[in-house]
Antibody
Framework: EVQLEDSGGGLVQPGGSLRLSCAAS????????MNWVRQAPGKGLEWVAS????????YYVDSVKGRFTISRDNAKNSLYLQVNSLRGEDTAVYYC?????????????WGRGTLVTVSS | DIQMTQSPSTLSASVGDRVTITCRAS??????LAWYQQKPGKAPKLLIY???SLESGVPSRFSGSGSGTEFTLTISSLQPDDFATYYC?????????FGQGTKVEIK
């Protein structure tokens, strides 16, 4: 079955760190750009970061630049998001998402999401 | 950044109604637009990409149109399973942005 399984969320204090993971299965992971998208409670969707197939091209939304790092391990079919210096406004469900099969920067496969709560 | 503005924010409709949601971009994005459906507590689901291409497995009552700065998502005959929130997303460049969402409610 083609799927993404996100994990690693939790409750963290302001200024803290977490490493989010996304395990891919059922498709050739190394063929796709991969992404993180987040959704604050009761709010809309916000793109966070993207990474190309071999990991040498990365893009971030301005609000996370310098604090978040996207990476991947194609041998393990896994995507990661290292989130540092967390703020209250980073509280959200974080989804990993696969790029569209025609290499478009839209998302045709999503994980179930992992909740990050930043609070003291 | 390219800003995406959806209208309306909320839409009340009945089963069988034809429903249209509009998405406007702050600058031209050609046809680089996708539409998603999201239900409470669930991940978004891709409906339409490249403005008018229907994703595999999505019912044909969903259609998309437009180019440049103005786009529409149409549901030709609203079904009970379609009550959800819909988002547009532009992918004209590597700084991806979503509309704020349109909630389709039962009238």
């Amino acid at each position: 079955e083609v799927q993404l399984e996100d994990s690693g969320g939790g409750l963290v204090q302001p200024g803290g760190s977490l490493r989010l993971s996304c395990a891919a299965s059922g498709f050739t992971f190394s063929d796709y750009w991969m992404n993180w998208v987040r959704q604050a409670p009761g709010k809309g969707l916000e793109w966070v970061a993207s990474i190309n197939q071999n990991g040498n091209e990365k893009y971030y939304v301005d609000s996370v630049k310098g604090r978040f790092t996207i990476s991947r391990d194609n041998a393990k079919n896994s995507l990661y998001l290292q989130v540092n210096s967390l703020r209250g406004e980073d509280t959200a469900v974080y989804y990993c998402a696969r790029d569209g099969v025609d290499a478009g920067l839209y998302f045709d496969l999503w994980g179930r999401g992992t909740l990050v709560t930043v609070s003291s | 950044d390219i800003q995406m503005t959806q209208s309306p924010s909320t839409l009340s409709a009945s089963v069988g109604d034809r429903v249209t949601i509009t998405c406007r971009a702050s600058q031209s994005i050609s046809s680089w637009l996708a539409w998603y459906q999201q239900k409470p507590g669930k991940a978004p689901k891709l409906l339409i990409y490249k403005a008018s291409s229907l994703e595999s497995g999505v019912p044909s009552r969903f259609s998309g149109s437009g180019s440049g700065t103005e786009f529409t998502l149409t549901i030709s005959s609203l079904q009970p399973d379609d009550f959800a929130t819909y988002y547009c997303q532009q992918y004209n460049n590597y700084y991806l942005t979503f509309g704020q969402g349109t909630k389709v409610e039962i009238k």
